[in-house]
């Protein structure tokens, strides 16, 4: 399955993929190049923000804010250096990984971007790659209520119901926390796939989170009024 | 008759064994044992020499008239003969009339027998030399006892112990029995173990035991009812009375055996019962003060392998409970309306009372075993950590130390002094937050020092010594250092002095200087000075540049003294104040009036300084400055004055001010403690490098020696640092970290 790319070096990517003509549909790359133009930066070229994202969405028929698999898609491409952008190396190269030169192409790609293609390991990756792609700015934490409504787009079927809605009441409600840290983010979907039963936790030996073993507690509470 | 070759004549069996052996050897010591002779004629030396020599032919001779294989038989069954038909019915015969008959009886044959086989022994020596070896038998004397053994020892063996068990309980209730017999007697009994102990163990030794706890386990019943004390006191004597009842008659080996079986029925079994009784068990002792009662409690509870366990765990609940009472009493003073104080003098010299005698009691009454003082301890931990009221235990040590330390505060002699601080000191161990305590402490030298108000130097630098011992240099390194500021501030001060001379000022004028660092942070409000003190401070600016280029100034005014002279008519007065009190005097100085806006812009002092510095000039004990409207609270509209009324007796009084500072900085402490913390966990990552949640918990735990942060506070500096990317989780295992270089 796919696992995010990038980390290599450019010019030999570059040099990949042009001399690439494998059987089948050779990639072209001017396409791609082209393609990019239309959603760059206007100030910056080298860049795809926001709004070229969008107007990407609008392309091929997704809803940017609605739709995880604009998450999936941008995270497959192998947007890394910034948050809330995808860079035209990352791009060209993420093209060549998934073998799409058009909008035509992209659109066919849709309905392999669903989740539930990935095992565990991927599904991780994704999911941290979600709140890093999230960030704004230099902010290292994202916001609370960001964090609630990411979890459900990204989280929904993947882990119980139960489980995220409580989480997710639990996190608005509480007020010690106004930001959400990536450690917290992350260890949040090991802490449900390493412990279903929340009968079996331990704070004394758990290094998860502090605010896992509060939303613990809070959940304790919760049984007790029943 | 044959003949041999040489004059040797060759003796036949018969006539050898009756006519020689038989009559003169034999008959002769039956004879003599029986008592059918006089004692005093046992064989001389020529009759032996005559016995021996038919024997030694008799086995020398050359066969076929060797005999030593019948002597050898006939010298076993005479003495079997011996012992059935003689010795063994005149033992049965003695049954039944009460042991002391019977063991007497025994004994004799037992002696009469020794002799037997020793003569038997000498005139058959030959025997032993040459046959007994050459046909691996037994020697004759193993011969003659093994027979004693099976022929009268073995059937009158059960009757034997039960009269040593019947006179030993006899004993046991006062009666005297004659002690030598018996020891005699056990003496048969070590012997029949032909080299070992077994015939004693098995056949007297075990019964012992036995009718021994059963004895005991009687005398407990009797017992139980008495008080504790009463009932160890017997205890204790029956312990020491069977002990030298082994010394007497027994077997050493038996000692252990027999007393392990004492403790196990009269102290084991009712230990708890004993412990918990409720005027007179180990509660009610400790109570009471019985000292020796309780030494006596111990000494015999030692003898029992965890028998101190329960008596420790008294010990320490008793302790508490008496703790409890202190504090309960402090936080009934204080709902019943007493002012809540960080000073509780009373309490603290309670808690160091209470230290101080079961320290004493541990040592004396409990020989300072490890469990009375880990008891001790756990207690006191647990007594010095509740706190009530709005001041920590810790502040009121530390303002009890400040008592001590400060000039006006107790008077003590210098021994006293060292006393109370050891003592202190002592409490201090127990405490959790120590760090609270030591900025605590901290401030309040720092107050001492710097208004020279400690009563000596020595005693300050022996509380740090002590301190230092209990926690390490570390810990008082401040406090050190504040001391060495003004060991130098008072080298220097001569120098400084002269240059003062030289430009001939009006003002006293010295200056201490703080390392920063050392000293609690003071605010340095920005107060407008008078001329001459500008001039003064500029000179010290000045020398102080030229001898450290490098060092920054900043001036501490709200830290200062003075001595201000008021002339209020004729009468004059010395008043000891601080520096801001003297710059607001001097703006008062001639009659002035002026507001209190006035004297805020020529001070250049903020509301929060002028106001508690008005305050003490005008509302104080002291009126030195009237204040209009009067009253006890300063307003920005109020205007002041001199006090033309002023009077005192006194010729030097001091002023005092409130002090600008907050007594505790506690967010100062809690900084500290996140810093110490997360140092300590980079500290442990970096050397481990990999290390699972629980352990480095634990290790986290170990290294802060001066407070104790919760598990979930140690978390979140952890989750900090693996924000800031000093650790990581691992990728295998969430409960684990790495150390990221």
Same mark, same amino acid.
């Given at each position: 399955m796919w696992t995010s790319s990038g980390?290599?070096?450019?010019?030999? /990517? #570059?040099? $990949?993929? $042009?001399?690439?003509? #494998?059987?089948? &549909?050779?990639?072209?790359? /001017?396409?791609?190049e082209k393609m990019f133009e239309e959603f760059a930066e206007e100030d910056d070229p080298t860049v795809m923000g926001m709004d070229g994202i969008i107007k990407l969405c609008e392309h091929v028929d997704l809803d940017p804010f609605e739709d995880k698999r604009v998450l999936v898609?941008?995270? /497959?491409?192998? &947007? $890394?250096? /910034?948050?809330s952008q995808i860079t035209k190396e990352e791009f060209l190269t993420g093209c060549y990984n998934l073998h799409v030169d058009t909008i035509g192409k992209f659109q066919s790609l849709i309905p392999s971007l669903d989740t539930g293609f990935l095992d565990e390991m991927e599904f991780k990756d994704f999911y941290k790659f979600c709140f890093q792609f999230n960030r704004q700015g230099t902010h290292r934490t994202l916001d609370k209520e960001l964090?609630?409504?990411?979890?459900?787009?990204v989280l929904t079927g993947r882990i119980p119901d139960d489980r995220l809605e409580s989480f997710c009441t639990f996190v608005e409600t509480q007020e010690a926390y106004t930001r959400i840290t990536l450690d917290q983010w992350t260890s949040f979907l090991d802490f449900c796939f390493a412990v279903p039963d929340l009968s079996q936790y331990d704070e004394s030996s758990s290094a998860w989170p502090v605010l896992?073993?509060?939303?613990?507690?809070?959940?304790?509470?919760?049984?007790?009024?029943? | 008759m044959a003949t041999n070759v040489g004059n040797q004549r060759i003796i036949p069996l018969e006539e050898g064994w009756n006519d020689e052996i038989k009559a003169k050897a034999i008959d002769k010591l039956e004879a003599l044992l029986n008592g059918e002779m006089k004692s005093g004629s046992m064989f001389g030396p020529k009759e032996y020499v005559q016995i021996y020599t038919t024997c030694y032919d008799m086995c020398t001779q050359r066969s076929p008239y060797n005999w030593s294989r019948e002597l050898y038989q006939r010298h076993g069954e005479t003495i079997e003969k011996y012992l059935t038909t003689t010795v063994l019915p005149a033992l049965r015969d003695k049954t039944g009339q009460g042991g002391t008959i019977l063991l007497t009886e025994l004994r004799h044959r037992w002696l009469n027998h020794q002799i037997m086989n020793k003569w038997l022994k000498k005139f058959f020596t030959y025997l032993d030399r040459y046959y007994v070896k050459h046909h691996s038998l037994p020697t004759l004397s193993q011969a003659g006892l093994r027979c004693f053994r099976t022929k009268v020892y073995d059937e009158m063996k059960g009757e034997t112990t039960n009269a040593i068990l019947g006179l030993i309980n006899d004993e046991r209730e006062g009666k005297i029995i004659d002690k030598s017999l018996i020891k005699s007697v056990v003496e048969l009994y070590e012997s029949m173990g032909m080299g070992s102990l077994d015939a004693y163990n098995s056949d007297l030794e075990e019964a012992l035991l036995n009718s021994t706890r059963e004895y005991y386990a009687k005398k407990r019943e009797d017992w139980i009812n008495d008080s504790t004390p009463d009932y160890l006191i017997k205890a204790e004597e029956a312990l020491t009375k069977e002990s030298k009842r082994v010394d007497d008659y027994l077997n050493s080996a038996s000692e252990m055996k027999i007393l392990k079986v004492v403790e196990e029925e009269i102290l084991e079994r009712v230990e708890m019962v004993l412990l918990e009784k409720e005027s007179s068990g180990c509660r009610a002792l400790l109570q009471n003060d019985k000292s020796e009662d309780l030494q006596r409690m111990f000494r015999l509870f030692s003898r029992l392998e965890n028998g101190l366990n329960p008596m420790a765990a008294i010990f320490q609940n008793f302790i508490s409970s008496m703790g409890d009472d202190i504090v309960n009493r402090r936080q009934a003073r204080l709902e019943g309306g007493e002012k809540d104080k960080n000073d509780d003098p009373k309490f603290v010299k309670s808690l160091i009372s209470l230290h101080e005698k079961y320290l004493g009691v541990v040592k004396q009454d409990f020989s300072g075993h490890s469990l009375f003082q880990k008891a001790l301890k756990d207690a006191f931990v647990e007594i010095v950590n509740k706190n009530v009221g709005q001041f920590t235990n810790a502040e009121l040590m530390s303002t009890f130390c400040d008592r001590i330390l400060k000039s006006g505060g107790e008077k003590l002699s210098e021994s006293e002094v060292e006393e109370s601080l050891d003592r202190i000191v002592q409490l201090f161990s127990y405490l959790t937050d120590k760090d609270m305590f030591a900025e605590i402490y901290r401030n309040q030298l720092a107050k001492r020092l710097l208004t020279q108000r400690s009563t000596s130097d020595d005693s300050e630098k022996l509380m740090i010594a002590k301190l230092k011992m209990q926690c390490g240099t570390q810990f008082t390194s401040k406090m050190e250092g504040m001391l060495s500021d003004l060991a130098v501030g008072s080298e220097q001060r001569s120098e400084f002095e002269n240059r003062m001379r030289s430009v001939d000022s009006k003002l006293d004028f010295s200056v201490q200087v703080l390392t920063t660092g050392f000293w609690p942070t003071y605010k340095s409000p920005e107060v407008a000075l008078t001329p001459e003190m500008s001039k003064c401070m500029d000179i010290f600016k000045d020398w102080h540049e030229q001898k450290h280029q490098k060092r920054k100034l900043t001036w501490v005014l709200s830290q200062g003294n003075a001595s201000v002279r008021g002339v209020f008519g004729k009468k004059s007065y010395d008043f000891q104040v601080s520096t801001l009190q003297a710059i607001a005097l001097d703006a008062m100085n001639n009659g002035v009036t002026m507001t209190f806006q006035e004297l805020a812009t020529k001070l250049n002092a903020e509301e929060s300084i002028l106001k508690p510095l008005m305050h003490s000039l005008s509302c104080g004990k002291y009126k030195v400055l009237i204040k209009t409207p009067p009253g006890n609270k300063i307003n920005p509209t109020d205007t002041f004055t001199a006090n033309p009324k002023f009077t005192s007796n006194m010729r030097k009084l001091r002023i005092p001010m409130a002090t600008l500072e907050s007594s505790l900085n506690t967010k100062r402490v809690e900084e500290d403690r996140t810093i110490a913390i997360e140092a300590a966990i980079v500290r442990i990552m970096k050397a481990r490098k990999t290390l699972q949640h629980q352990q480095l918990l634990s290790e986290v735990l170990n290294q802060l020696a001066f407070f104790n942060p919760n598990p979930r506070d140690i978390k979140k500096r952890i989750e900090g640092l693996i924000d800031r990317e000093y650790l990581e989780r691992s990728a295998d295992n969430a409960q684990v970290y790495n150390y990221l270089a």
């Open positions: 980390g290599s070096s450019a010019s030999s /990517k #570059t040099a $990949k993929r $042009k001399s690439s003509s #494998t059987a089948g &549909s050779a990639f072209n790359e /001017k396409a791609a898609l941008l995270w /497959k491409l192998g &947007s $890394k250096e /910034k948050p964090v609630v409504a990411l979890m459900k787009m896992i073993d509060e939303y613990v507690e809070y959940m304790e509470e919760l049984q007790k009024k029943k | -």
